[in-house]
């Protein structure tokens, strides 16, 4: 089971961390971030994969979030600094058996997803 929290509203320029927190252990899972804004299709935005945690990040988030890993919290972190008004959705984690990609068939397990609001 996973779980995200640390949504929010934030104003742009802001920031937040968002944290996908399982159940079990997940250290040889690759854990990507989705995200979903309205009337569009979710889209996976930054991926870290299980053992050697190489990361993945889309061109639109890359050098604003950070994806990590804290094994003894079984927890993906996501930090997400310089928040603009189109990163404005709810956000998701998953889990799979897969490398660092943003690719959505590569994961079995999802959370239920967390809001982020950025305001102008």
């Known amino acids: 089971q996973l779980v995200e929290s640390g949504g929010g509203l934030v104003q742009a320029g802001g920031s937040l961390r968002l944290a996908c927190s399982a159940s079990g252990f997940i250290g040889d899972r690759a854990i990507g971030w989705f995200r979903q804004a309205p009337g569009k299709q979710r889209l996976g935005i930054a991926s870290i994969s299980g053992g050697d945690y190489s990361t993945f990040y889309i061109d639109s988030v890359k050098g604003r979030f950070t994806i990590s890993f804290n094994n003894a919290k079984n927890t993906v972190y996501l930090q997400m600094n310089n928040l603009i008004t189109e990163d404005t959705a709810i956000y998701y984690c998953?889990?799979?058996?897969?490398?660092?990609?943003?690719?959505?068939?590569?994961?079995?397990?999802w959370g239920q997803g967390t809001q982020v609001t950025v305001s102008s």
């Open positions: 998953a889990a799979g058996w897969t490398g660092a990609t943003v690719y959505e068939g590569g994961y079995d397990y």
